[in-house]
């Protein structure tokens, strides 16, 4: 059996509140079920933790893109992310021509209220 140190499961600990955090922003559950987002949860948990690693496990993009199964490329954009700008696609301020990594931007979202409430 590998063993897990406990800052992994740390980290495990915290992308899943950010993930957690990044539904509630969004409206919860019954929203993603509404506006028929549900397959963006799959994206929105590799955002949590690109960011949580970024942040908290303080790794590079290659370090991110090697755990997570993506490209460095992706990882980039992820983290590239504008939150404001997700804020404003959500509300609807722009439109879906109009390129946003909203998952990346989520996370960010998430991460910083978590943050402000001390739970982060």
Not at 85 to 112: D, M, P, W
């Amino acid at each position: 059996m590998v063993e897990v140190s406990p800052q992994v499961h740390d980290l495990d600990d915290r992308a899943m509140r950010v993930f957690l955090k990044a539904i509630d922003v969004l409206g919860g559950p019954r929203a993603l079920v509404e506006h028929r987002r549900l397959t963006w949860l799959p994206s929105l948990m590799e955002a949590a933790y690109a960011v949580v690693l970024r942040e908290e496990g303080h790794k590079t993009a290659d370090e991110i893109a090697s755990f997570l199964g993506l490209s460095t490329a992706s990882v980039r954009n992820l983290l590239a992310a504008q939150p404001e700008a997700v804020e404003e696609r959500l509300k609807g301020e722009l439109t879906e021509e109009q390129r946003v990594h909203v998952a990346g931007g989520l996370a960010k979202l998430a991460y910083r209220a978590l943050q402000q409430e001390g739970a982060a």
